[in-house]
């Protein structure tokens, strides 16, 4: 029997996966090529390049959150993590922080983001 061994990628999807597919992004965060994606997704976003599809977390697209929200423009949030970005609406955005706060606290990394 093989054991396989997974460790949780520190972005926002927080899924398990090889320690191959993680890559490190600062002393105490590793995240997965997906969430790398999405950190690129950001940036062009943030230098006016494009719109990001959707939301990273819960995966609804662009159009599915202006339908929900009622604008043609539904506010996305970018929320740094060790200097990589994630992209989420606004309910996974409050989701995230609580999820952080409760992933790093009594770490070093909440301590440095003053989570504790
Ligand atoms: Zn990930
Ligand atoms: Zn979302």
Redesign the pocket.
């Given at each position: 029997m093989h054991l396989i061994s997974a460790d949780p990628c520190n972005g926002p999807c927080g899924k398990q996966v090889s320690p191959h597919d993680l890559l490190p992004i600062g002393p105490h965060v590793r995240i997965c090529y997906d969430c790398y994606a999405w950190h690129l997704t950001a940036m062009a976003m943030l230098s006016g390049k494009a719109p990001p599809p959707?939301?990273?977390?819960?995966?609804?697209s662009l159009d599915t959150?202006k339908r929900e929200q009622f604008t043609d423009e539904p506010k996305m949030y970018l929320h740094p993590l060790e200097g990589l970005y994630a992209v989420?609406?606004?309910?996974?955005?409050q989701r995230y922080e609580q999820l952080v706060r409760e992933r790093y606290k009594n770490t070093p990394y909440g301590c440095q983001r003053r989570l504790n």
């Open positions: 959707g939301c990273q977390m819960c995966e609804r959150l989420l609406c606004f309910d996974c955005s």
